[in-house]
């Protein structure tokens, strides 16, 4: 029996729902596996970037003639080394993307854009002789006036980034402007619904640029023969994307780019793009020799991409018997220096949670001078559930509800309008929801802080939070070898277990101990094209490519047994893996492997899939439990029960694994991330001694509830687990600490000095 | 319009039969190939081989104490490190091994069979520190007498290597011998076939041992991670086959070894089995550190597999007007210190050209005390052709008649009984023969030597060769880029070109320009089971698999055009490359890419097919002046005309490049090639200075004709033509030294001191 059901048969799995040791778990622990920067070859040299110290300045004048001229120096390339790319524009899968910013971002023109925007590269012996080059290239800048964030880059006399910008989307106004564009979108008869409110709760809220916190930096080693042939091995979540991007940039064929996928240790979603890679590809291009590229901690905070930061206001109503009847909300997000903040999908996503019978919605992609921001977790919908579900405790507070029966009241389910208006297929939020408000943790009593915390106060709080989970492309093979022993090969990098749930899936489809499937993430010219590792997309949409890839080794099989038996395939079937005949004659596959070479030869399964339809969003909440200082301002988070309804949970660990990681970083973004710039637009924190991310001594053990409220439209009821855990943290926490204080805190991060003056003002 | 035409329409290739520049050239010849000795990894040790002085002894003691405790020396293994296998041959795909001989000739246990067998192994942290602890090692040694020949091993008082060893096939005898084997083959009425016969020759010869003589020594990088898990990077014709050798010799499944084959510098049959792996991955594995291994020239010569000594006799009878009537041979070839020449296929292919009435082939395989024979370029054929080829010749001068008219009038053809009794099909034969007899190398007459050369005598010889090809496994896919670019995937380690006729494949079938076909070669775990590069197989049967896949490709790229027309997939068909409806509507595959994603995701064409039943032989010529210096005896190669079925030359430029160098090769196992041993049994010219192989000023450039008569069993006619042009240049050279110096040469290497001493014999 095969690992897929038919609806409504509760399937009977041997291996999916277990939790076998991960297949690279040795090798990363025992540190043998091969990051970007463990990568070496023969000849290879070592560059650095020069970066801008100035957050928005004109480049009069670029001299790298003292470093070209350096000993052990190979090549130098600026800005105008790129080809020149017409703005614009273009549409690549399914994404449009503006390669003209792209590629200013990698090496700046005409202006710099923020501290850190790099300007030029230089390759050389070593990686210090590259640095002390750097400090050879005489710029000459005009500094400009800078917008450093969301108010300053829309007030009327704000410094203009880009002088030809004009809002797409907005009212037609042909005047300079950082709005990059503007969306409104409304459903139902909002004044109708504020009318009918009993309670209208409307409030703003700001939040921080916080960053991805991945503990490797981006890098890249680039091989480019003299015919131009280029190969990258570099830390990526998307190998495909990284080659489209850079063929692009470069005005290269893709067949020309291959991309060797090394260990990623933690992307989310911030290694999606290019940053070194069309560097490294010129100056090994120009060098003739392999040059190897890594971010220090410096630039990784100063120079890629963080997510936005976002001025926010929502205003809700409902009516005494706790209906939420309409929402009306603003948001602002920055994009950093180039258009394309995350502000449509978060701002959205912040509302799926609740059936609204009319909504208005608001948006603006604003530029800033910061880094370009990238995608982290839940794209956008941390920040705007943060404000979402601040209101909607604070609408329970006010209708004297349990904020959990407020939203169980309200809560989306099958049939209820997203809100960009299609229904909603079968959802588990509701299911969620009773499980929180059941939990121990939801009913059992808060108890006082510890003698010693007589300053601290607790208080618990709820949130939830929505993610649409991605679809996008997957290609899968699944290679049976002569021993019965099984390889599945796939393009999706794995960065949180992906790799294990691949091998899962074939070794349940064929019937193999999960330890002798053998999962390999090969590069992008020895696997059919397969979209970024992002989106929560992997396990669900990379994970169904491997299911039908192994279908299709199961097929094989039986037509290679039948024809040994000389009967036809409909007579043959699968049974505990061995394929039977009909009168109850077995191979196994092993055998049927090993004589493949007389009946046809190997037996490879392959697949192919859009995931487009298959696709289907899950929901997550958090309860927490705080202790706020109210001497120092310091929260603790006591303790933290995560839930989520995974669709089906594959390998349970992982996905706990998921929720407890996705948990922390929201905690991180609560309570203490922020980047600090001074007046003068520099960066004052890029280092995580400064940026203060959670560690585990600042954390309780994180529970974590899973659900399972399978996705109807794939065979395994995957849904996608990777990026909701993160959206309720900040609210969670909010609501938490007005509980335990009273006080509403509306601005991330909720770091003590904030807490403190919050309190102060209460007081 | 694809590139497979049905029998009888002459195809209108596009790209096939065109010379493009090879994909991997620049990378070759700019140094910028990743070799096996270029693969570097952090922490990585090196390793060297303990190798016997003696040709046969016991090993009474080994002590590696001494070596282990030297500082940086981090592991030591011996024989006894490697798991205990029982005797006997297993059946691994097509091919019977006996796997305890294996890995006995790894490491050796009890006893060393020849000088250079590896007894121990030593990694540390340089190749210096690890040679200076094998001299640490202490060995007791008994040494036993050794046989070091097939007459010596033969002779009734031999020292016999394996006291178990039985004579497999022969008469049943219960004496240890070695003789490991033997075969008799009879067809037709030999004794009526001499009756009938106007003239008999009868003559003995023999032929030393020859290396294949590739310029890149074995290497390999083993990594073992600490749950077991291991990846090979090595120098290899099979990767599959290292991974299941490995695996077996070590007990491990196939899942558990991924093998990364590099880049190649040559193999020509001798880099088919394992030597270094099984070593360097129980030293990684004791180490816990990757190991690298390199051969010395010294290693490669003494222990790495050679091809066979040979005695031969033949008699061939026929009748005045040139009718030969019947063959009796004799074939002794030596295996080395285990079983397994080639006698077998080596034997039955000296016959293959010609339609004998009646023959007996008798061949024995015999153990003696020197490296286990491996592959080597149409593996026993060159040796025996040598025989069978000069014994034509000699009937010819006995007849009277022109030695191709003698040739053709006895060719084999469509319907021939090959030896082993099955029917030819369209073979080429015929149409060589013809094209030798019509070329003006053999209709020119021989000019004198120039005028310097009085002591030269000229002469002009024939010979022709037969190989059958092998068919085996192969898999590949095909990927379309969203650009339209074209990826191909195989498991084929590239030794002659290769790459390039698959990429030229896939871009005749997809109508693409050829270097927007990427051809890559994958490592075991990213594409499915394919069998060794060898066989001459590889542009046939791999070849085919990547047609198959881009048939594949095409299939569905008329799927996803007719879904977007709404129509079905049969009113589509494809031109120039692009997607036609009825109404005359085109799409390019690069449209359909680029919009895949939502049509059903990615495009990629899959095959894996077994190629026993397509594989179809080949036969090649060699025309050959030589100057014979009768003062010195030296023979120089002064004109030389290869002639070759390919069946269908994809890249005409690679298939001359084989003949070449395969001409090449057979010149010098002709002239000068051959181990030399003293008498104690230790090589004496392990090195390439007193083991002389030909180089480019031995030689005259070496014209190549090609003649296509096609394979029907292959959509694309393709026959293979790596192996068989090493075949004629031994017989063709001696029947040249005949017609200059009226001396019949019957041993190789016909080097200078042997034909003088021939020469002053017939004096």
């Known amino acids: 029996m095969g690992a897929t059901n038919g609806a409504g048969n509760e399937p009977h799995f041997q291996i999916l729902g277990t939790r076998p040791i991960r297949h690279d778990g040795v090798e990363k622990v025992t540190g043998q596996a091969c990051y970007g920067a463990d990568v070496h070859l023969p000849g290879m040299l070592h560059a650095k970037v020069l970066r801008s110290p100035h957050a928005h300045a004109r480049i009069c004048r670029i001299d790298t003639s003292a470093a070209e001229a350096m000993p052990g120096v190979k090549a130098v390339v600026v800005g105008a080394d790129l080809p020149e790319i017409t703005p614009g524009f273009e549409q690549v899968g399914e994404m449009p993307i503006q390669f003209r910013d792209l590629s200013e971002n990698v090496l700046a023109r005409d202006k710099v854009f923020y501290d850190g925007h790099a300007l030029a590269a230089v390759a050389a012996i070593s990686p210090h002789v590259a640095e002390e080059a750097l400090g050879r290239i005489e710029v000459e800048y ?23 910008m004009r809002t797409q989307g907005g009212p037609p106004k042909d005047e300079p402007t950082n709005v990059a564009s503007a969306f409104q979108f409304e459903r139902g008869d909002l004044a109708a619904a504020f009318e009918k409110a009993d309670v209208i709760v409307e409030r703003e809220f700001d939040t921080g640029t916080v960053h991805q916190g991945y503990i490797e930096p981006p890098n890249v080693v680039a091989k480019v023969d003299a015919d131009g042939q280029v190969t990258l091995w570099c830390s990526t979540q998307g190998p495909f994307d990284i080659r489209g991007l850079s063929a692009r940039l470069l005005d290269l064929p893709l067949s020309k780019i291959r991309v060797i996928p090394t260990e990623i240790g933690g992307g989310f979603g911030g290694k999606t793009t ?107 919908t941390t920040n705007a559930a943060f404000a979402v579900e601040s209101v909607v405790d604070e609408l329970a507070g006010e209708l004297g509800l349990d904020p959990i029966d407020l939203r169980l009241c309200n809560a989306s389910r099958e049939g209820t309008a997203a809100p960009a208006g299609t229904a909603f297929g079968p959802i588990g939020l509701v299911e969620l929801l009773e499980a929180a408000k059941a939990h121990d943790h939801w009913t059992s009593p808060l108890v006082d802080p510890p003698a010693n915390g007589a300053t601290r106060r607790r208080g618990r709080g709820f949130a939830c939070g929505f993610w649409f989970n991605g679809g996008l492309q997957s290609s899968a093979t699944v290679g049976l070898n002569p021993d019965g022993t099984a390889t599945v090969v796939t393009g999706s990098p794995d960065i949180g277990g992906t790799r294990t749930a691949c091998a899962m899936i074939a070794a349940e489809e064929l019937g193999l101990p999960v330890d002798r499937v053998r999962p390999v993430v090969a590069d992008t010219d020895s696997i059919g094209y397969t979209d970024v590792t992002g989106g929560s997309r992997v396990a669900m949409a990379t994970g169904l490519a491997v299911l039908q890839a192994a279908q299709d080794v199961k097929q094989q099989l039986c037509a290679r047994a039948a024809r040994g038996w000389r009967i036809s395939p409909d007579e043959v079937h699968i049974e505990d893996g061995d394929v039977v005949g009909p009168d109850g004659s077995r191979k196994t596959p092993a055998e049927i492997a090993a004589s493949a070479g007389r009946t046809g030869g190997p037996i490879v399964g392959r697949a192919t899939l859009s995931a487009h339809k298959i696709a289907a969003p899950s929901f997550a909440g958090l309860i927490v439990d705080v202790d706020v200082d109210v001497e120092t301002g310091k929260v603790d988070i006591v303790r933290a029960t995560a839930l989520q309804d995974a669709g089906r949970a594959i390998h349970p660990s992982y996905v706990e694994g998921q929720m407890q990681g996705g948990t922390v970083q929201g905690i991180g973004w609560a309570l203490n991330e922020e980047y600090v710039y001074d007046e003068a637009g520099r960066l004052q924190n890029p280092g995580f001694l400064d940026y203060r991310m959670p560690v585990a001594n600042d954390l309780p053990m994180i529970e974590a509830v899973i659900l399972e409220v399978p996705n109807p439209a794939h065979p395994l009821g995957v849904r996608g687990v990777g990026e909701v855990p993160i959206v309720p943290p900040p609210g969670a926490i909010a609501n938490a600490i007005h509980r335990a204080t009273g006080v509403r805190m509306r601005q991330l991060p909720m770091s003590p000095p904030r807490v403190l003056a919050a309190l102060d003002d209460a007081d």
Chains 1, 2 share one sequence.
């Open 274 to 380: 290019v940053y070194l890679e069309p560097i490294a590809i010129l100056l090994a291009r120009r060098s003739g020799r392999p040059v190897k590229m890594v971010m220090s901690r410096e630039e990784v905070l100063r120079a890629s991409g963080p997510t936005s930061g976002s001025h926010i206001r929502v205003k809700m109503g409902a009516t005494r018997d706790g209906r939420i009847t309409g929402v009306d909300c603003w948001f602002g997000y920055e994009a950093g220096a180039y258009p394309g903040s995350p502000v449509g999908p978060g701002g959205m996503a912040s509302l799926a949670p609740y059936d609204f019978e009319a909504l208005r919605v608001e948006g603006y992609d604003v530029v800033v001078n910061r880094p370009k921001v990238s995608a982290y977790r839940a794209p956008g």
């Open 142 to 164: 005009e500094v400009l006036p800078a917008a450093m964030d969301l108010k300053a880059a829309m007030a009327p006399d704000a410094p203009i980034l880009h002088p030809t």
